[in-house]
């Protein structure tokens, strides 16, 4: 069997992944086969739809002006024709894995609203099948991606090494991709519910998705620009990306005899884990109310399944080379065993846990942080300003200590290798965490036709709550993408030391009494604020575009709100769009350009630089995502009835939190994943022409 998967492990890779990729046809062709409901549901379905294709249309025509010079660039940089192919694989991969789930999403919101009609199993199902094409798509596609790229090398003749070099260019393919569907999706989604909130639900006093609000279908397609086309491209990245480094970690730090097996390795956890995650998709139903439980039994089975299945595939693949006595710099490995490197698995699986837990916990209407924030609403706007920033910092302490210990357990067993499994292993449920994620804006969306459609209240009270689930998968989803970052920016920061170091031809130190050092922590803690700034501020102003064309349809005519007159959504959609393209390319450059002019100059102020996008990058995504999404639920709560529900003056001051928490959680908190992995990707890239 060892024989077996050393032979044929990019086979074995290929086949799991083609099974995600069958799985989500499949599921495609069954969701679709469902009713759409009624015309008028269809109508509205329809508009999201067409205003969701157009903006990605757009995007990745921008995203290809972009993308050509760069791979050129790429090409030029590392003299290596099939690095460049790999970074257009990646883009068109990555784009791909989006775009399709994303017009699965659009198409599944009229059926779940629909399903509604039959109670809450019916629409679950729904709209759980809808979120999980998107998932298996995501790590489907990825794993095809780097792992049939690779065999194609290797077949060719490149040796591993050149073989796992070119796949870091499909690696920042896939990231060039993410922050640019972070940065433009959440534009897009935040300045729509921005707009469509202040006007429409504060100074019109109409219900959340009247059909007289001209920026509801902007609202409703920003959701799955977002949280659908953003993540799937956001945790593709980071999929692609850490299987890389894992690879390229393995035959940079061991002794070449056995780099076959440490290149196939994670590829094979992979497989075998998208294997687990379709038997754990397959088991999400209830007969009951239990929404949240049906969907987290299903990451459950997933996980467990998973780290069953891992240690056999340890046990065969990594046997004979701790046996033998695999060489490493730091001798970490020269006592580690097959339950140690398994241990290191089971750890990125205990982390994806602890980070849901404590998401959960800060975000959920349950729990005192948010409960605090509502209460705080009584007192007026600013005190809930005040406490919704201090839960958001609050929140991340927990993570930072589940990250800190998960770290410390694995380079106990194995060092920076072992970490690199925990990292892998943590991104074995990442089809699960993109269809938890997935299913937010299709319940959200299901609740608006429903509204817009006028269906009978019984249909609401189904998928209001499937809906208040879904703010809580996106909040939870959304911590595990920052944690999963986090760590797979440690492992290309360690490929990029070891290589760095050998194109150097010496010891390369991050000390901090080296001024180059220091200045390079700076820049980077610097961007990622600079970064976040820049994509809150167009939030700002594409809301404020958005605010002043709901006014003046309000205002020239006077029938939409008498129900006479239909609203120019489209004008609307229109606006959003352009807006969020023409916002989104000042900050996607930041990533990409700084580290270059800082590499130029300086090996270790571009290591100082990195390091400080790591840290910085991960306390303010986690405190702006946990802030929002616990601004958001105390809105929620309150127009559930708490502190004098809708139309009180909590209320009013708990919309002003959640309109101040959207470009934190939905927009710059996302994108900062993203970017601290582009620009480690770009270190790594650019290793030829820093300065040394």
Known sequence: MTDFLT???????????????????VVTQRLLALSPGNDRMQEI?????????????????????????????IWLVTSSVTTGIGFVIGGILSGAAGFIGMNVSVRSNARVAEAARG??????????????????????????????????????????????????????????????????GGIFTKAA?????????????????????????????????????????????????????????????????????????????????ILASIIGALSVRTKSDNVEGALYKG??????????????????????????????????????????LWFCALIGIAVTAGLFVVTDYYTSTRFRPVKTISKASITGHATNIIQGLAQGFQGTAIPALIIVIAIFGANELAGIYGIAIAVMAQLSLTGLIVALDAFGPITDNAGGIAE??????????????????????????????????????????????????EEAGRLILFDLTNPEVLIGLLVGGMMTYLFAALAIEAVGRAGGEVVEQVRKQFKEHPGIMEGTEKPDYGGTVAIVTAAAQREMLLPALIPIVVP?????????????LLIGVIVVGFFAAVSMTVGGGAWDNAKKLIEDGAYGGKGSEAHAASVTGDTVGDPYKDTAGPAINPMIKVANIVAILIIPIIGF
């Open 7 to 25: 032979d044929h492990g990019v086979i074995v890779a290929l086949v799991c992944a083609a099974a995600a990729v069958v799985y989500g046809v």
């Open 45 to 73: 379905s329809g508009a999201v739809q067409e205003g969701a294709a157009a903006y990605l249309s757009r995007q990745y025509q921008i995203i290809g002006y972009v993308a050509i010079p760069l791979a050129i660039a």
């Open 119 to 184: 109670g809450i199993p019916p629409a679950l199902d729904a709209a759980f099948k809808g979120g999980s094409v998107t998932g298996l798509l995501v790590v489907g596609l990825a794993l095809f991606g780097v792992a049939g790229y690779f065999g194609i090398l290797t077949l060719a003749g490149e040796s591993d090494k050149e073989a796992i070099d070119a796949l870091v260019g499909l690696g920042f393919g896939g990231s060039l991709i993410s922050v640019f569907a972070r940065l433009g």
């Open 193 to 273: 519910d921005v707009g469509a909130d202040l006007v429409g639900k504060v100074e019109a006093g109409i219900p959340e998705d009247d059909p007289r609000n001209p920026a509801v279908i902007a609202d409703n397609v920003g959701d799955n620009v977002g949280d659908c086309a953003g993540m799937a491209a956001d945790l593709f990245e980071t999929y692609a990306v850490t299987s890389v480094a894992v690879m390229l970690l393995g035959v940079l730090y061991f002794d070449g005899a056995f780099a076959t097996e440490l290149a196939i390795y994670p590829l094979i956890l992979g497989g075998v884990a």
């Open 299 to 340: 990451l459950i089975i997933s996980g467990g399944l998973s780290a069953i299945a891992f240690y056999p595939i340890t046990k065969w693949l990594m046997e004979t080379p701790l046996d033998l006595g695999v060489i490493d710099p730091e001798g970490a490995l020269a006592s580690a065993s097959v339950t140690d």
């Open 452 to 501: 817009m459609a006028e269906l009978p209240e019984e249909v609401r009270n189904i998928t209001d709550p499937l809906d208040a689930v879904g703010n809580t998968t996106k909040a939870v989803t959304k911590g595990y993408a920052i944690g999963s970052a986090v760590l797979a920016a440690l492992v290309l920061f360690a490929a990029f030391k070891i290589e760095a170091e």
């Open 596 to 608: 270059v002019l800082i590499g130029l100059w300086s090996a270790e102020a571009l290591g100082g």
